[in-house]
């Protein structure tokens, strides 16, 4: 257990719906990632938050958002799906951005969109 | 941006030595490079981080040159279980176009 918690391990869903996904960052870490990871795409960055603001940005499409909570845990919020979206969506967390700390994944989010 | 880019796959034998390099020309000045494993429907897992010079730990080395463009992650006497996917990640850009970047990944298979 690396700590990190993600929810729901595993998701099926319909075209056009819409889904949460669930994170709890290490505990005393402040900043969360988020990555997806497809078989043609390998691990992309998404965005990051740091203390409930948003720090960076990646490939992030439009139809996608996210947010840290003041208890620190973090959703991403997916809607209009697409077949594309299907996916291994990771969480990881680490104490501050700037330390020597590497980061701690989850276990993952399988996003199947069907 | 450029890609951050690794060799695609790797063979060794058990009790090799294997060295991965990854090359990430835009690195951002003050980001460290780290290295993760990653199995099977798992998430990576982090092994290593540098910022220059060399840095060891109890599992592997990590070798980084003076202009930071590149990194080695070098797994001394591999075994079965080592086969994995390893992936480098680095900070790119400059604040407001910030992006954290994994490599494109190199899957290594330890042979008996």
């Known amino acids: 257990d690396s700590g990190v918690t993600q929810t729901p391990k595993h998701l099926i869903t319909a075209t056009g719906q819409r889904v949460t996904l669930r994170c709890s960052p290490r505990?005393?870490?402040?900043?969360v990632y988020w990555y997806q990871q497809s078989l043609d795409q390998g691990l992309q960055f998404l965005i990051q938050y740091y203390n409930g603001e948003e720090r960076a940005k990646g490939n992030i499409l439009e139809r996608f958002s996210a947010q840290q909570f003041p208890d620190l845990h973090s959703e991403l919020n997916l809607s209009s799906l697409e077949l594309g979206d299907s996916a291994l969506y990771f969480c990881a967390s680490r104490k501050n951005p700037g330390t020597r700390d590497g980061y701690t994944f989850g276990s993952g989010t399988r996003l199947t969109v069907v | 941006l450029a890609k951050t880019t690794q060799p695609i796959s790797m063979d060794s034998y058990e009790g090799q030595e294997v060295n991965i390099t990854c090359s990430h020309n835009n690195i951002a000045t003050n980001d460290y490079i780290t290295w993760y494993q990653q199995f099977p429907s798992q998430g990576p897992r982090f092994i290593i981080q540098g910022y220059k010079t060399k840095v060891t730990n109890e599992v592997a080395s990590l070798f980084i040159p003076a202009d930071r463009k590149s990194s080695t992650l070098s797994l001394p006497r591999v075994s079965l279980s080592d086969t994995a996917v390893y992936y480098c990640l680095v900070g790119e850009g400059t604040s407001g176009t910030y992006k954290y970047i994994f490599g494109t990944g190199t899957r290594l298979k330890v042979l008996a």
């Open positions: 505990s005393g870490d402040l900043s």
